[in-house]
C-alpha cells in the first residue's frame, strides 16, 4: 500500500511505525492528554502497543513529528465513514488529533491541521470536514478557530464510553468552498 507522508514547515506527518511505541505510550500516558478528548490514558507500554496497531495504524491516521528528529509526539487523523459518528458520507469526515504536553504552545497543532486540511479536500476529494471538543477544552476549541472551522451545533448529553460519563459537545465543520475561500487560512 502506498505509503502517504505530508509536510508543513516544521512537522512531518506518516504512518504509524511499531516503532513509536515507546513515544507514544510518554505522550499518551499523561492525563492531560485523553481524558480531555475522551480517552483514558495508557497504562503501560503493552497497552499502547495494542493501540498504536488497533487503532493509530488505520488508514489516514498520521504520527505527527517534528522535522527535527522524526520522532512522533501526537497524533492526527481523518475518520472517515464507518469510524466517526458525526457523518455517514464518504466524502465527509471528521479530524480528530492530540499533541504530547511538552509541545503545547507553539502553534504545532494549527500547522498539522491546516495540513490536514489540504490533504482531505485535494488528495482524498471531501466536502466537509467535521471537527468537535467537549465543553472546557478550550485549547482545542482555539485550534478549530485559529484554523477557520464554523459553528455547526451543540450536542448535549453525549456519552463517553471509555471515561464512563456524560458531556456537552461542540461540533463545528467546514467545507470545501469555505476552506477555498481561507486561501492559507493566516489569522
Ligand atoms: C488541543 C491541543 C492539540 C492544542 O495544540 P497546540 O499545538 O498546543 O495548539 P496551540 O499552540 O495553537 O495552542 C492552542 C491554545 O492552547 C492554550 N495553550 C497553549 N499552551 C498551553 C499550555 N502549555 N497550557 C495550557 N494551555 C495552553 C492557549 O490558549 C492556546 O490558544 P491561543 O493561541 O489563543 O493562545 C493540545 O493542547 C492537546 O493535545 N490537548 C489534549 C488533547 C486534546 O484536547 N485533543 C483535542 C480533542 S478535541
Not at 46 to 55: F, P
Not at 68 to 78: F, P, R, V
Request: charged fraction near 30%.
Amino acid at each position: 500500500m502506498k505509503k502517504t507522508i505530508l509536510y508543513t514547515p516544521r512537522l512531518l506527518l506518516r504512518p504509524w511505525e511499531v516503532s513509536d511505541t515507546e513515544d507514544l505510550y510518554r505522550y499518551a500516558s499523561d492525563p492531560e492528554v485523553g481524558p480531555i478528548a475522551g480517552w483514558a490514558p495508557h497504562k503501560n507500554l503493552q497497552e499502547s502497543a495494542r493501540i498504536l496497531i488497533s487503532i493509530l495504524q488505520r488508514p489516514e491516521t498520521f504520527a505527527l513529528c517534528l522535522k527535527t528528529d522524526g520522532k512522533a509526539i501526537g497524533s492526527i487523523a481523518l475518520h472517515l465513514k464507518g469510524d466517526t459518528d458525526m457523518t455517514n458520507r464518504r466524502d465527509e469526515c471528521e479530524m480528530g488529533y492530540w499533541l504530547g504536553k511538552p509541545f503545547w504552545g507553539q502553534g504545532i497543532m494549527p500547522e498539522a491541521v491546516k495540513e490536514m486540511l489540504r490533504h482531505a479536500f485535494v488528495d482524498c476529494h471531501m466536502r466537509r470536514v467535521w471537527i468537535g471538543y467537549y465543553e472546557g477544552n478550550d485549547k482545542s476549541r482555539r485550534v478549530q478557530e485559529k484554523c477557520g472551522f464554523i459553528f455547526h451545533h451543540k450536542s448535549e448529553n453525549l456519552e463517553v464510553k471509555q471515561l464512563n460519563e456524560i458531556r456537552t459537545g461542540y461540533v463545528n465543520s467546514m467545507t470545501r468552498e469555505d476552506w477555498e475561500k481561507l486561501c492559507g487560512f493566516d489569522n
